[in-house]
């Protein structure tokens, strides 16, 4: 695995703008106000379990953003996205003074009305879904062929949507629950896109070597118009694999927060309260997976890819 061009000096996990409104904090994102128009400033934060970790991760805030651009510039013509650019010199002249903490980590987006829902779509069954198969033989309430293991690949992605948590923990939902939520035309037109975005995208990186076993993705309103919003098939909102160390019947190696949760779960920490601090070796091992699968998939395949 090659190194990361980043250094524990890069590290920002948390970002004030004096004279900039704040409009609000994520997990890992500060998003400020800018009237019709969203400043969000991803952070080096990671979160695992829905917890905040005490360590950032360097380089991370510069990752998502240019990982969710590309995404933003080659879906667009599914679903259009709430982007309007990351180019610092081209941001309003109040956020100016500014520059050197936004280059890389920061976008210009339009204000949305976001959805209170997470559209997830699995093309392989792995984590929380293996976990309720083994159970139930569903994901979700979605019922799946008997006979399946663990990373094996469904017969068709599938749409699990989940409630979205600022604080604590996301819940996995039925369709009809959502449908409730946010009325059913826009669940069928949100699972629609959902499909079609993930289709789209893991033929796009499979030809790069790399797997989409799921995602997640989030949406806002615009004058009635559905917009993709937050970020995009990043290593945060998805697993990713390389397909040459994939097979059905075992947990691949993966280049995205996996990475972290494993070591999480030989700690004995019980996933509600204060973390452990995460050793240098786990600080490391992620910044390399997230920088290598942005230059995986930001790059042309070559032809044996």
């Known amino acids: 695995m090659s190194s990361a061009p980043f250094s524990p000096a890069d590290v920002l996990t948390h970002i004030d703008l004096p004279g900039v409104k704040l409009y609000k904090r994520g997990k890992v994102r500060e998003v400020f106000d800018l009237g019709p128009n969203l400043l969000i400033v991803a952070t080096d934060r990671i979160s695992a379990f829905d917890v905040i970790m005490a360590d950032g991760i360097p380089g991370k805030g510069q990752v998502l953003t240019a990982l969710s651009q590309h995404w933003f510039d080659s879906l667009k013509d599914i679903v259009p996205n709430h982007s309007l650019g990351t180019e610092v010199d081209r941001f309003p002249i109040e956020l100016q003074p500014h520059r050197a903490v936004l280059a890389g980590r920061s976008m210009l987006c339009v204000k949305t009305e976001a959805q209170p829902v997470e559209c997830v779509v699995r093309g392989y069954l792995v984590g929380s879904g293996w976990k309720e198969y083994q159970k139930t033989g569903a994901v979700c309430g979605l019922p799946l062929p008997s006979g399946l293991d663990q990373a ?16 604590g923990h996301d819940q996995n939902i039925s369709r009809e629950q959502m449908a409730t939520l946010v009325g059913k035309e826009l669940t ?14 893991s033929a796009y990186a499979l030809e ?18 559905v917009m993709l919003i937050d970020e995009a098939l990043t290593p945060d909102s998805s697993r990713f694999w390389p397909r040459q160390g994939w097979r059905p019947g075992a947990n691949p190696p993966s280049l995205d927060k996996q990475f972290l949760r494993d070591w999480l ?20 091992g992620t910044t390399e997976r997230y920088a290598e699968i942005l230059a995986i998939l930001t790059r042309t395949p070559s032809p044996s890819a």
């Open 265 to 284: 779960e030989t700690t004995g920490w019980n996933k509600e309260g204060t973390p452990p601090r995460l050793p240098r070796e786990v600080i490391q």
């Open 208 to 225: 790069r070597g790399i797997i989409v076993a799921d995602t997640k993705f989030e949406f806002g309103v615009k004058d009635g118009k």
């Open 152 to 167: 094996s690949r469904l017969p068709q992605p599938i749409f699990t949507p989940s409630t979205k948590a600022e604080t």
């Open 188 to 201: 069928d037109k949100l699972e629609a896109v959902s499909l079609e975005l993930y289709r789209r995208a």
